[in-house]
């Protein structure tokens, strides 16, 4: 994947950071919780459907290939690999179940901005080492 496809990958990334900011200044921590949990349930039924082909998944997918990895592409019912996006959100819902708000925050930045950097920084090494 190229770094400009692997930078917007980690701006969506970093978008969903400054979104539960604002949703957690916005409203209780029971709509929040609910809020992540069905899309974290929508999530998983996105990534069955698409494992198992179906026209609608696999259409949302055609529109978001650039972002996606080609193991991500490639996944089928022998040989799945999720959406990057799908265990981030999972990854949301269980900090948000397990942990009071101000921990739960601090640990999902940190997660997003060390993924981001990760990202970056292996692609960055991988064309420096090529």
């Not at 921590?29 to 999530?43: D, E, K, N, Q, T």
């Not at 949302?60 to 799908?86: C, D, P, W, Y």
Request: glycine share 4%.
């Amino acid at each position: 994947m190229p770094i400009k496809a692997e930078l917007q990958r980690k701006a969506i990334h970093l978008l969903m950071a400054l979104l539960l900011l604002v949703l957690y200044q916005s409203f209780s921590r029971p709509v929040i919780f609910g809020f992540f949990i069905a899309l974290s349930v929508l999530a998983g039924l996105f990534e069955w459907l698409r494992i198992h082909s179906n026209p609608l998944a696999l259409a949302l997918q055609k529109k978001f290939s650039f972002l996606m990895r080609q193991e991500e592409l490639a996944s089928t019912g022998n040989r799945i690999h999720f959406v990057g996006a799908t265990w981030v959100q999972w990854s949301l819902a269980l900090l948000i179940i397990l942990f009071p708000k101000n921990i739960m925050i601090a640990c999902y930045i940190m997660f997003l901005i060390g993924d981001a950097m990760a990202a970056v920084i292996g692609k960055w090494t991988e064309r420096q080492l090529a």
